[in-house]
């Protein structure tokens, strides 16, 4: 009988030890608005968030928000057909980097279409740029041409980081240019000059185009492009010639970072 009520007290005495180690473990706000343990950490395989982008790896991606403004279709200094757009690409992703593919449909008079394609640069988070694509025919005249954004999984990166945690980009609001414009009545051509600054702490390329209107409107993007390698808070001068037909009465640079 003693070895029974012994038996059952220890029973009874190990199973309130249990109802101990059962007890809920009390939950604290994590790093990402989620919970852990009150000890402060989390063990996930070594694969945190925090790991790869300050715990935002899993935000959504959004797609780029594109829209084009397209030069008439004329002939350029070297005699081909160009088609030009001017394109303003804004990431709306505030933790991914941007990289958007365009496709373009060019139809001639007859009906007969060509195809090409190009990309952005990739764009920084939260930022948005212009570019300039040209596309131009030697054999062929196109009378018409559309284009449209094709998103996909592949056009977004985590962008590199400073010891800091600070990205390493650099944004359209970082590039400061200035250019001159210099005619010559003896020439087919008119030139530009300048230079662009790099005011973030990151070293980038950067695109330089030079657009050229009619009454508000373009009539040539075929102008030279350069591409700059300019170091952080440094500035590179350029110079464009520009061709004078079509006749133009306005001009614009447009410098993209490249990154």
């Known amino acids: ?7 059952l007290f220890l029973a009874a005495a190990l199973f309130c030890t249990l109802l101990a180690g059962c007890a809920p473990t009390p939950n604290v ?11 402060g950490s989390t063990n996930n395989g070594g694969n945190s968030e ?12 959004l797609q780029a928000t594109v829209t084009a ?3 008439t279709i004329n002939r350029d200094a070297d005699g081909n057909y160009a088609v030009g757009y001017v394109f303003r690409v804004t990431n709306p ?12 449909t060019f139809t001639n ?28 025919y030697s054999d062929w005249i196109p009378a018409s041409a559309s284009f449209v954004y094709v998103p996909s999984p592949a ?22 240019w200035k250019v001159k414009e210099s005619k010559n009545a003896s020439t087919d051509f008119n030139g530009y000059s300048g230079e662009v600054l790099n005011t973030s702490n990151y070293a980038s390329m950067v695109k330089v185009s030079l657009v050229v209107r009619k009454n508000n409107q373009i009539v040539s993007v075929n102008a030279a492009t350069l591409t700059l390698s300019i170091p952080a808070n440094s500035s590179k001068s350029f110079n464009i010639r520009q ?3 079509p006749s133009y009465d306005s001009y614009e640079l447009i410098a993209t970072p490249w990154n």
């Open 50 to 61: 925090s790991e790869d982008s300050n715990g935002e790896t899993n935000a959504p991606k």
């Open 1 to 7: 009988m003693k070895h029974r009520l012994a038996a």
């Open 243 to 245: 061709y004078k037909y």
């Open 93 to 104: 992703n505030t933790t991914y980097n941007l990289k958007t593919k365009l496709s373009f």
């Open 29 to 39: 706000p994590g790093p990402n608005g989620g919970s852990s343990s009150s000890s």
């Open 155 to 176: 056009d977004y990166t985590v962008p590199e980081k400073d010891q800091n945690g600070t990205m390493k980009v650099t944004r359209s609001s970082d590039l400061v």
């Open 109 to 136: 008079a007859a009906g007969a279409t060509r195809t090409d394609f190009t990309y952005t640069p990739t764009i920084a988070p939260g930022d948005t740029i212009r570019f300039v694509y040209i596309k131009s």
């Open 69 to 71: 403004e397209r030069c």
